[in-house]
């Protein structure tokens, strides 16, 4: 779709971000030259507000804000920040086009029409919430709490998630950043190493850096990206391990392009010629490694040979990477990825991400992997309540976790087959809170079956997107930039250079529009309706927030006379404590019936006239979040599929040619893109970015704007150890003037 910023719009948006200025130029007295409107001295006052937190993603830099007569016209890093210094990416830059949207949700709205091809109707806020108490009250009598489901992301779904799971008493929620992000890595880490890992490995000091499918550059986290050019900057070797020629492969030293699904193979190999060789580092692991005879015999079958078999990839290069990292070590960054969630298999390979790093003794020292943990505030919130396990989903009768490795919350596909079958219990209501289920949970039709038969669901949203279609009512947020919420804690982006940490508070830079409300006047509204007023834990989003910083005995006041940043000195990030362990062998994970030595599950392969769908990021998008942004959207409106470029030629594609897509579940995708033809792909596989493919019409700029990778993950794959989702199981054939093209192997 081109750029459809039509005259109506534009008006709207240019009268809403460009300030009320009068058009006419100004003459300046002082030197008789006409000046433009926005530079005319004195006209206009410019401040700058500071106690900004960027949420166009969720690695939170901080902000500084310009505001003229009360707009916001541009948003800047904060100068004072260690972490994103004074600078920001693209989406965090655009920010202020989510703020001024037109499209954005101003009013309450109930659905009159069907849930999925909504009708609204603006409603008053006393009308909105008391339809939600009756109705998710309605829900609680017939059903218990448990027949509540609770689809929350971001920071402003923390009040209301701990409201239902703590108060309430539904253990039913799914959190996207766990179920289908990086649940995976925290708790594979954690059976580990005892700890989550985070993504602050000390790649400003690394001699070599292990990417295995992340593609930093494309994922821009500003300050994650600052770390790793400065490594690169310093002479750091990086090996990437990706499929595809992302922006990290790039800029490798090696490129590894592995047969996607068979990573933990790879790895296996690379660990078990370390131990073969007597390469690995044999003082720490005699001084912190348990379990090192039983992981040796575990994974010596994995030759270089077999793995390059099974990868897809020349013998020679996975021994040069396993010398790579042998020399370099201990100052290696063996990064532990974020998004993680991709065959089903993928406990076993972050499991296989955390040993390595300990054969190579790269944990707590420079370059390698070291906590980046900041200061510690208060977590004031809804009280905790023990409600056992009873109507928790994740316990079998004999009150064994079904997913004993599971992330927070409850295994997603747990919640949705208890909704469809109503076993052991039904699901019939349903919040959806800064989370889009629809293009966010693979099985998009499943989810639509599941919203369907629910007897209400109500949406809290800053956009109307495509979850938001199928809610009964729709409540607008206030957005992270006229809200109080979150504390961002954390350290100098390079701790080597600064021993420093810091608390930065997210306090509104611009006053709410419309009739958009924060999180805790919604939650404590509905608290009130159901009964909870006694338990209500504050009465204002700044109330909380000033509680929260009076545990670091900071306050606001004292946050805005510090310039938005309290920094403070750190604890020096580096020295293995004496009580780490790390558990090569884990004898509880076989005794829940799961390989207990990190080992390599093989996943299905493309059938013949298949290539299997790959997704990942682009630096000017977050998911499906910004799509809508005019700035965001013209600087990438689609989302191009990569075919390898051999392959294309057979197939009689060219570079730019129009194309749907179809899966071997026949599945179609409801909208077409253009093809990106290049030898950066595997013959085996295709790519595209995710989070195109809006249907909402409501959304003006990014309706029908390429093509929603999720309409074609129809192959629900559950990780065994962690409920978690695999998301990338599913083969496609392109589409080309109505005819079904095979892709040759
Ligand atoms: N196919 C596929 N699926 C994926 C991924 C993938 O790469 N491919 N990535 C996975 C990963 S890593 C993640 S983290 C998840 C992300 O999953 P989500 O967080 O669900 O993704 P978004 O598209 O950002 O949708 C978030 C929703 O929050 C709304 N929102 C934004 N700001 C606010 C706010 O301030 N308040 C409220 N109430 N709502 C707000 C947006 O308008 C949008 O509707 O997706 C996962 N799913
Ligand atoms: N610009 C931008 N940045 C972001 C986000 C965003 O939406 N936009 N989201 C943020 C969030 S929440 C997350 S979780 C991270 C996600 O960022 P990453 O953790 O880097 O995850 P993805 O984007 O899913 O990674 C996709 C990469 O994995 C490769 N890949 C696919 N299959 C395989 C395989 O089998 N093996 C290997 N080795 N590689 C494979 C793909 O080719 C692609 O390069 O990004 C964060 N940063
Ligand atoms: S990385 Fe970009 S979008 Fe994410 S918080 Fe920072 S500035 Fe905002
Ligand atoms: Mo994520």
Request: charged residues 25%; contains cysteine; proline residues 6%.
């Amino acid at each position: 779709m081109a750029f459809n910023l039509t005259r109506r719009r534009f008006l709207q948006s240019a009268s809403l971000a460009a300030v009320s200025v009068p058009l006419a130029k100004v003459v300046s007295a002082e030197t008789g030259l006409v000046e433009s409107p926005l530079e005319a001295k004195g006209s206009l006052k410019e401040e700058t507000v500071p106690g900004g937190v960027c949420e166009m993603c969720f690695w939170r830099c901080q902000l500084v804000g310009k505001r003229r007569e009360g707009r916001l016209i541009k948003l800047e890093g904060n100068p004072k920040s260690i972490d994103n210094g004074s600078q920001i990416c693209a989406r965090g830059n655009a920010g202020i086009q989510l703020l001024y949207d037109p499209d954005r949700l101003k009013y309450p709205l109930k659905n009159v029409g069907e849930r999925g091809n909504p009708v609204w109707k603006r409603i008053s806020w006393d009308e909105a919430l008391t339809e939600c108490t009756t109705r998710l009250k309605g829900v609680i009598d017939k059903y218990g709490p448990q027949g509540i489901s609770v689809f929350p992301h971001g920071s402003t779904a923390k009040y209301p998630m701990h409201f239902f799971e703590r108060t309430v008493g539904t253990h039913n929620v799914s959190e996207a950043s766990f179920f289908q992000c990086r649940g995976i890595r925290d708790t594979a880490y954690l059976a580990t190493i005892g700890k989550a890992p985070g993504e602050k490995v000390d790649m400003p000091n690394a001699k070599a850096i292990l990417l295995v499918g992340s593609h930093i550059g494309e994922n821009i986290h500003v300050s994650h990206v600052k770390a790793y050019i400065q490594g690169l900057q310093n002479g750091a070797k990086l090996i990437v391990v990706d499929p595809r020629y992302s922006a990290s492969a790039a800029k490798a030293d090696i490129w590894v392009k592995i047969k996607p699904g068979t990573d933990t193979a790879f790895l296996l190999a690379i660990m078990n010629y370390l131990v073969q060789n007597k390469k690995f580092d044999a003082d720490f692991i005699d001084n912190y490694a348990d379990g090192f005879d039983e992981f040796a015999a575990g994974i010596k079958d994995w030759t270089i040979e077999k793995a390059a078999a099974e990868c897809d990839v020349p013998a020679a290069q996975i021994k040069e990477v396993a010398e790579l990292l042998a020399a370099n070590a201990p100052h290696v960054s063996v990064h532990p990825g974020r998004h993680v969630s991709w065959y089903g298999n993928d406990f076993q390979r972050q499991r296989s991400l955390a040993c390595l790093t300990a054969l190579l003794g790269a944990y707590y020292v420079k370059g390698g992997w070291v906590p980046g943990k900041g200061p510690k505030v208060g977590g004031i919130s809804w009280a905790k309540h023990d409600h056992g396990v009873e109507h928790n989903l994740n316990y079998d009768e004999d009150e064994e976790r079904r997913y004993p490795y599971s992330p927070p919350g409850t295994p997603t596909e747990l919640i949705r087959d208890a909704a469809l079958t109503g076993k052991p219990y039904p699901i019939k209501g349903c919040v959806i809170w800064g989370q889009n289920p629809i293009q966010t949970i693979p099985g998009q039709e499943k989810m639509k079956e599941v919203l369907k038969q629910m007897d209400f669901v109500m949406c809290v949203d800053v956009m109307p997107t495509d979850a938001t279609m199928w809610a009964d009512i729709l409540l607008p947020e206030v957005s992270y930039l006229e809200r109080y919420d979150h504390i961002q804690t954390g350290t100098q982006w390079d701790f080597s250079e600064k021993n420093q940490q810091y608390i930065a508070a997210r306090m509104p830079l611009v006053e709410p529009m419309f009739e958009r409300k924060d999180q805790v006047f919604i939650t404590n509204a509905i608290a009130t309706g159901l009964g909870h007023k006694e338990e209500i834990p504050v009465q204002t989003a700044e109330e909380m927030v000033e509680k929260n910083l009076a545990v670091a005995g900071l306050s606001l006041k004292q946050l805005r006379e510090e310039g938005g940043i309290h920094i403070q000195e750190g604890k020096d990030p580096y020295g293995v404590p004496e009580d780490f362990e790390v558990r090569l062998y884990n004898e509880d994970i076989e005794d829940y019936g799961f390989p207990g030595v990190p080992t390599y599950i093989p996943v299905e392969q493309p059938p013949a006239g298949y290539a299997r769908l790959l997704y990942g990021r682009v630096p000017v998008h977050t998911f499906n979040r910004s799509q809508n942004n005019a700035w965001l959207h013209q600087a990438m409106p689609s989302n191009p599929v990569w075919i390898n470029d051999e392959t294309a030629k057979k197939m009689g594609l060219k570079d730019g040619d129009t194309v749907g897509l179809i899966n071997s579940e026949g599945f179609k995708s409801r909208t077409t893109t253009t093809v990106k033809v290049t030898p950066g792909i595997r013959k085996d596989a295709v790519y595209m970015a995710h989070g195109y493919g809006s249907t909402n019409p409501l959304l003006s700029v990014a309706v029908n704007s390429g093509v929603d990778d999720q309409s074609l993950i129809t192959k629900i794959a559950v990780d065994p150890e962690t409920g978690a989702h695999g998301m990338r199981n599913n083969f496609v054939k392109l589409i080309k003037d109505d005819k079904v093209l095979d892709i040759p192997a």
